[in-house]
């Protein structure tokens, strides 16, 4: 019996040529998610990236980098010596088979092999570039290095980042947040530039500066400077402001903590708020119920008006505290379960090994178990993390595939 034609995906048709980078990875792997044929070339000594740990079995491995697998599912792979004349060359014919090549070289590296965009078009003359680069191919900083670190402090997002509490130095976020932000603007670079193709027939090089990438990710921060000339301060899991917001970070009866971030705002939601007090049996302590009742009793409620109407004013700081006060005398995930059960939302502060253990996750699929052949036992994935391409770039000549 033969199995299923896989769905078709977005990118399916679309070959991308990506310039192994560290910087550049997460956006490969985006498009590879998409469905297009990423081919990853890497230098012959093998990409940095397979020297970072942590490694399967904790033995270090070029290849056995769980960090090298994390970023390069769903690629092919080959191998390519760029300072020879051979290797130019086989890289030459490797693009004139594909629609977009990802690069985060060095500025001018490319132009001083003759690798650059501009040549390339004599291969293939529809061709996308999209070049992701610190602070851009351009300025005085052109030359400048960074690290995922020095990229989230300069462009802006550490500021916004940490507790009320400002004698605590700001919390960089983890996980490569920098580099991964400046790839989701190369990959909308890229799919902006293939959807321009589509109608003109035209390739076209797309430069991307890493650094405003981040600085334009700052929620508010960066554009309440440039009309206010006002400064965000950071806060304790909520959104950075000028000036202080009630918390929103609770804890609950086991001693955990969960988050209130978006509390009652509309009459049905104060009502169904009103009425979980009750099945808890806990309306006669909780005096503010009465504010509950009238919330839900109103046509709606105009949060614009919170400040200079005393009724909608506490309306809505009884709906925030009855959220407190209920997760005052129930277990965190009973709080979670309780609140998402009527339309609110909240969420049980978890462990990140947590958060894939819960039902919501699994019932998702949500991790999946894969069997790989290395390790010779499970792995557990999410289900959107791989896409299985067995097929070698077997077309060059020069050129070793690589797993």
């Not at 060095?106 to 132009?111: A, I, K, S, T």
């Not at 932000?181 to 909308?188: E, I, Q």
């Not at 981040?214 to 950071?234: I, K």
């Not at 609110?344 to 919501?360: K, L, Q, S």
Request: with cysteine; glycine share 10%.
């Amino acid at each position: 019996m033969s199995s299923a034609a896989p769905a078709p995906t977005a990118l399916d048709g679309i070959r991308v040529v990506e310039l192994s980078s560290e910087l550049g990875a997460f956006a490969g792997k985006l498009l590879a998610d998409m469905g297009a044929d990423v081919v990853c070339v890497e230098p012959p000594e093998g990409s940095p990236m397979r020297g970072y740990e942590p490694f399967r079995c904790d033995v270090p491995d070029p290849e056995g980098s769980l960090y090298w697998w994390h970023y390069n599912t769903s690629k092919r792979g080959v191998t390519l010596d760029l300072d020879t004349a051979s290797g130019r060359d086989a890289f030459r014919r490797l693009v004139a088979t594909a629609d977009l090549l990802l690069e985060c070289e060095p500025p001018g590296r490319l132009e001083r092999l003759r690798l650059d965009h501009d040549a390339l078009l004599r291969e293939r003359s529809d061709l996308i570039t999209v070049s992701l680069s610190p602070f851009g191919s351009q300025g005085p900083r052109r030359d400048w290095l960074l690290t995922d670190l020095t990229l989230l402090a300069g462009g802006g997002p550490v500021w916004s980042c940490g507790y009320d509490d400002h004698s605590i130095a700001p919390v960089r976020g983890g996980g490569n947040q920098g580099y991964q932000t400046a790839c989701h603007y190369a990959v909308m670079s890229a799919l902006t530039a293939i959807l321009v193709r589509e109608a003109t027939g035209e390739g076209q090089h797309v430069g991307v500066s890493a650094h405003a990438a981040c600085n334009v990710t700052t929620e508010m921060a960066s554009y309440h400077w440039l009309v206010s000339r006002g400064t965000v301060q950071r806060q304790t899991g909520r959104h950075a402001m000028e000036h202080p917001t009630l918390p929103t970070q609770i804890e609950c009866a086991d001693g955990r903590h969960a988050t209130t971030g978006v509390p009652p705002r509309t009459p049905p939601e104060f009502a169904r708020l009103h009425e979980w007090l009750i099945e808890l049996g806990l309306e006669a302590e909780y005096p503010e119920a009465i504010f509950l009742r009238m919330g839900a009793e109103r046509d709606g409620i105009d949060l614009s008006q919170i400040g200079s109407d005393d009724e909608v004013t506490a309306i809505f700081a009884a709906g925030r505290e009855a959220l407190n006060f209920i997760a005052s005398r129930i277990s965190a995930y009973d709080f979670f379960t309780g609140a998402q059960q009527r339309g609110i939302t909240v969420g049980v502060i978890y462990a990140p090994e947590e958060a894939m253990e819960d039902e919501h996750f699994r019932a998702r699929g949500f991790p999946v178990a894969v069997e790989h052949p290395e390790p010779r036992r499970d792995l557990h994935l999410s289900r959107r993390t791989l896409r299985v391409r067995e097929d070698p770039v077997a077309h060059l000549a020069a050129g070793t595939p690589t797993r």
